[in-house]
Structures are given as structure tokens and as C-alpha cells.
């Protein structure tokens, strides 16, 4: 008999059964006795009068269990040429040292501590901290420029900054501290302290209110865990919405613990021991899930690298982590790996290492495209697995499950749902689509335990972006289809949300700046097709009557402006100046029909158009300036 049908139909038809029996992978300081609740917004809660803490079920907790001596971390640096192997006694310790020195600066359960810190041990020897003492980070991903990390401050208003002197972006060095002078310079809430971990590559002169994280650690008296409510807030990470203010995504403790250990082994089929790689970033939600807190709740060890698919040094760096570590399940994004197969076509730095030890391979961030998918499996002798999921979900929504059922792969499909995601797809009528309909995919409520629990100090956000929509259901935001077997079709976002390079970004946001410059008078962004990345925003800006300086200055000047507000990671490198854009007749500009202008797609002109005329214009200014796959756009109908 299947095991997969009838655990997932467990999971949806007794949730609360369910759940009381993975809760049961994680250690209790207090073992609920409510399962599943519901606030005043009929949203789930997940083990509410349950207590826990998230840092000794990790840390403290193994060590207990004579995991002290395994490695908890590999540390792997190829841009400062160094590897550190920190064991679950060594990283228990030294986050008990660096939560005394937050104590001492005033953090307690509650407050949060915003981390701007690269891919080094400290980045998560500082989540854990809090975590430790019941406070709530918030990590901003480094490739965000200034004026981000200063919102982030604004919204989370922490009490301390968590700080590194720089990152190391393949061969250059970024100094964080003129980011966070900056940023604390726009931002009206000013934490208490600072603490920055000096790194050789980059020194630092600190003012009144920063501190040394090495004099920080040297001076605390380690600091116990503190135990928490289920519900209490671990983090706060935010992401793009459709709007320019990102959303603080909450997520509480014990839901979340319990929904990583369950994947450890429904999705990962990972046994504690084992070592998993995921790279992507501590900035991101995978980062959180599966880089810093599902790893060493399970007992594996974890990779933590700091570098690139290619160019730190080649296109081998992966294969060679995963011999090197002895990796069990690997993990990354699927624009990884088409940098790796655009240096490395043949796989020839394959060929160099012996990584027989690798039993799967997963990736999300975006879709895996079939012919990505065909690349990879071709080359590797194992199950290569795309899974679905998003920053709200905070773990996968759908996935191959080997370590419940392995199911066989389609090509463009991220499989089944997990169990406790009730994921369907909905018409615009709010019924449920036919086998092959596109429609809109949502989550019918409850939510399994790990989900979204609120948006940061905005609760009415949280109603009006995911539950609005169809009463009853979350809405995903993104498209997608059942195939007559089941098989979930993730078809890209139905909204303002795009995907560089596997990280989200909001065009919304990024009109908001361009539209901010004194030249612009209207303008769109849209996400074209870019066979590396995914996609890349481009800019179509009209100017005001009399600009003066000229269509190349206003070009540089919005790519740079976008680059300073935003940050380098937004990739806006592309903006056409046009006289006109295709409109309603209300008004409304039609970014459907750029994006399929742009993408080389069939055009259809839509009745409520309010100039015709103005398609051919922008389609003319995209063929000139090379934008994605705009020469091939068929005439239109
Ligand atoms: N700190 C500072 N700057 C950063 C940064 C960080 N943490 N991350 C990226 N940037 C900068 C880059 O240096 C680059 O700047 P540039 O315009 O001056 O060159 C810019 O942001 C764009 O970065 P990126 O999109 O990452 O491009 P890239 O050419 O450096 O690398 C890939 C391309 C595909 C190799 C890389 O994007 C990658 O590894 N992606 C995987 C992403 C991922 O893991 N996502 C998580 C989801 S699983
Ligand atoms: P993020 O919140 O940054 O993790 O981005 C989440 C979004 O990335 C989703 O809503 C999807 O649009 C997209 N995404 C992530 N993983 C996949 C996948 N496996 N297939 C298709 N889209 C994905």
C-alpha cells in the first residue's frame, strides 16, 4: 500500500492527530496540551500553551544526548581561504557566551536584534543567541543597499544591530559599516548598541554605542535558554511584497520546530548524523530553515559556504563540498546551476570528485526548468528534486517526498503536496480548477504548523495580502495546475513579485523608486525572461516634458538610483526611455502585455486598449535595445 495517500489525507482530515505525533521529534521544556487553536482571525495556532526553546532543542539538547563532540558546522570560506569545524559543544558554548553579551546590552525575551552578517559561523552563532534568550531576530540579507536594511530598523525597531565589518561578494570586499551608518542615519528608531565581528579583510573604528563582538564575548557570563510559548516569536523576515514596504513575515517557535524536523526526514530523508548542504544565504528564508535551524534540530551537521557556485574559484566548488563534507542531501537554487552548466557544459569539474555519498539533490527558489532538470539529471545518479515553497511558508508547500515515498519525477513539476499543505488551485471564481486549468494555487486554512503566523506590526496586512483574496484560503500568489496524476505545476507569480537569480523582488517597489526621480513621469517594471537568472527587471520609463538631460544620463541615473535604494541584488541594469506606454483607456498601464512583448510571446491587444499604436512603438524600443526575447515576439493578433 502507498504511504504517501494515506499520510497526506491523515494530514489534512485530523490535522491536529497529526501534528500531536510529529510534535513529539522535539524536545519540550513544557509539552503542549492544545494541538491547534485559532486567534481572532480565524488564523491556525500551533501548540500554543506548549513551552520550548528553539536554541536547546538545536544545541544544548544534542550535546545532552552525547552529540557534543560531532560537527554542527563546516565553515567553508573559499574567499578568505578558510574551513572551521565547530562541533555541537563548541557552537552551544559560544552562543551561550555571545546571548550573555546581548543580555548585558539589555536584550531580553520579546526584543529583537536585527543580523547584517555574511555567510560566517558568527551569522549563526547570533541567531541562535536570540533565539537562546526568547528575542526575536530579524536577518537582512547583505546584498540590500542602505535604505532596505534602514526600513528593516524602522519596522523591527531592534534594541541592538548584530554586525560584520564586511562581506566578501566573490573577489571583493563589501564594508558593512558605511551600510549601517547609513541606515541607521534614514532610520527614525536607533538601537541601543551595535556589535560588529571584525574581520581581517576589513577593519572597523567604532563610536560610543558599538562594540567589539570579540571584547562582547570575552566579558559575558553565558547566558541560559529562556523557555518560550509555542506561539512566541522566533523571527521576523521580510520580503517583498507588491508594495515598496517589504513585509515583516513572523514566525513563531514551536510549529516551526516541529515542521523542520518533520522535513528533515519526510523531504530531506536525512538521519540525524548525516550532513546537509544547502547554499543559499542566512538573508533568506531557505538560509533560516535549512542552513541554521532544521539541520541541528535533526542532529546532521550542516555546510555553511561562503562562496559562489563558480568563480570561488570554478565551477567545482559544489561537487567539491560535497566529497569534501561527505554530504548526504544537497541543496541550492536552480540559477546556480545553470551558472555552473553555462562555465562547465561537459561537467567536467565533475569528474574531479567522487560524490557517491550524495543520496539527493533539491532545489527551489524558482522553478527548475526542464531543461536545467534534464542537465542535472542526466549528469548525477540521484533523484534531483524540485520543491515549491516561499519566506511565508518558511518549509516546502509541495515536494518529491523520499523519505516517505519516493514518487517518479516530471520534468517542470515540484510533485505532491506535503503533508498539511491542502493546496488547490482556484478559478477566477474562487471554484476549484479541472485537472490541467490554470487558476490561482492557495492553501485551504488550517495552515500546517512553520507558516507565516503574522506580519510584523501590521495585522491587517496579513488579512488583506493573504487572506483576503478567497475567504477560507492563503493565497500563494503564485499560478499553477494539477496534472491528472496529482502532479502540482508551479507556473510563476500572479502578481508584482519577481525572481532574480533566486531571490524575490518586487517590481512594485522598484517602480515606486523609479517613479521617484524628478525626470520620470510614468513608468513600468517588468520581469523578462534572462536564461542565467531567471528573470531581470527592466525598466520602461516615459520622461517629463523638458527633461534635460538626455536619454543615456536619465538611463545611468535611474540604474544607479535603483542600485542605492534598493541594493546591487536587484539587478536593474536595463531602462528604456519611451514616449509612450501601452495604457486602458482608464489609464492603467498593461504590464501583462510588455512582459509578453518582452518575453517573445504571442500579444493579444485587448478591446479596452486605449492607442494601439503605442505596441508597436515598445515593442520597437525593446527590439533596439535587446530586451529579453522581444525580437522574436510574433506580429500580434
Ligand atoms: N552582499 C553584497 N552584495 C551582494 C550579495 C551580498 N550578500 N549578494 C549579491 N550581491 C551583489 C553581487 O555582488 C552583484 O553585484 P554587481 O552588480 O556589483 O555585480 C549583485 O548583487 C547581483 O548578485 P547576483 O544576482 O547574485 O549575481 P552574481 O552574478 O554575483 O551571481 C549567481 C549569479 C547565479 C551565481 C548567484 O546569484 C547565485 O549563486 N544565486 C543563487 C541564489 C540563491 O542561493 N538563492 C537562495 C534561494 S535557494
Ligand atoms: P521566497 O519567498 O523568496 O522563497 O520566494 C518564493 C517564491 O519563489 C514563490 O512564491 C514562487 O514564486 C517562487 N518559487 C520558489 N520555489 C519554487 C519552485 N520550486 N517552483 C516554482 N516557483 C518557486
Known sequence: MRRYPQLYQQSIEQPEQFWAEQAKRIPWMMPPTTVLSYDEQQHARWFADGEMNLCHAALDYHVDQGRGEQAAIFWDSPVTQTEQTITYRQLRDRVAAFAGGLQQLGVVKGYRVVIYMPMIPEAVVAMYACARLGAIHSVVFGGFAPHELAARIEDAAPKVVVAASCGIEGGKVVAYKPIIDQALALSPHQPDACIIKVRAECDVEFNERE????????????????????????????????????????????????????????????????????????????????????????????????????????????????????????????????????????????????????????????????????????????????????????????????????????????????????????????????????????????????????????????????????????????????????????????????????????????????????????????????????????????????????????????????????????CFKQVIVVDRLPKTRSGKILRKLLRNLADGQEVGIPSTIDDPTSVDDVHRAMCDHRIGRANETPPHA
Not at 242 to 257: E, L, N, Q, S
Open 211 to 570: 562594540y567589539d563582538w570579540e571584547a562582547v564575548v570575552s566579558q559575558a557570563t553565558p547566558a541560559d535558554c529562556v523557555p518560550v510559548k509555542g506561539t512566541d516569536p522566533l523571527y521576523v523576515l521580510y520580503t517583498s511584497g507588491t508594495t515598496g514596504k517589504p513585509k515583516g513575515i513572523v514566525r513563531d517557535t514551536a510549529g516551526y520546530a516541529v515542521a523542520l524536523a518533520y522535513s528533515m526526514e519526510a523531504i530531506y530523508a536525512l538521519a540525524p548524523g548525516d550532513v546537509f548542504f544547502t547554499a543559499s544565504d542566512v538573508g533568506w528564508v531557505v538560509g533560516h530553515s535549512y542552513i541554521v535551524y532544521g539541520p541541528l534540530l535533526h542532529g546532521c551537521s550542516t555546510v555553511l559556504y561562503e562562496g559562489k557556485p563558480v568563480k570561488t574559484p570554478d565551477a567545482g566548488s559544489f561537487w567539491r563540498l560535497i566529497e569534501k563534507y561527505n554530504v548526504t542531501s544537497f541543496f541550492s537554487a536552480p540559477t546556480a546551476f545553470r551558472a555552473i552548466k553555462k562555465e562547465d557544459p561537459d561537467a567536467q569539474w565533475l569528474s574531479k570528485y567522487d560524490i557517491s555519498c550524495l543520496k539527493h539533490l533539491y532545489v527551489a527558489g524558482e522553478r527548475l526548468d526542464p531543461p536545467t532538470y534534464h542537465w542535472l539529471d542526466d549528469l548525477l545518479d540521484v533523484p534531483v528534486i524540485d520543491h515549491w515553497w516561499q519566506t511565508e511558508t518558511g518549509w516546502p508547500i509541495a515536494a518529491n517526498l523520499p523519505g516517505i515515498e519516493p514518487m517518479p519525477t516530471k520534468a517542470g513539476s515540484a510533485t505532491v503536496p506535503v503533508p498539511g499543505f491542502n493546496v488547490q488551485v482556484l478559478n477566477r471564481d474562487g471554484e476549484q480548477a479541472a485537472p490541467m486549468e490554470q487558476g490561482s494555487v492557495v492553501i485551504k486554512q488550517p495552515m500546517p504548523p512553520g507558516c507565516l503566523t503574522g506580519v510584523w506590526g501590521d495585522p491587517k496586512r496579513f488579512h488583506s495580502a493573504y487572506m483576503a483574496a478567497f475567504p477560507g484560503y492563503y493565497l500563494t500568489g503564485d499560478g499553477g495546475f494539477f496534472d491528472e496524476q496529482g502532479y502540482l505545476f508551479i507556473m510563476g507569480r500572479t502578481d508584482d513579485v519577481i525572481n532574480v537569480a533566486g531571490h524575490r523582488l518586487s517590481t512594485g517597489e522598484m517602480e515606486e523608486v523609479v517613479g521617484g526621480h524628478p525626470s520620470v513621469a510614468e513608468c513600468a517594471v517588468i520581469g523578462v525572461h534572462d536564461d542565467l537568472k531567471g528573470q531581470l527587471p527592466v525598466g520602461l520609463v516615459i520622461p517629463k516634458d523638458g527633461y534635460t538631460e538626455g536619454e543615456e544620463a536619465l538611463e545611468a541615473a535611474l540604474i544607479a538610483r535603483v542600485r542605492e535604494q534598493i541594493g546591487p541584488v536587484a
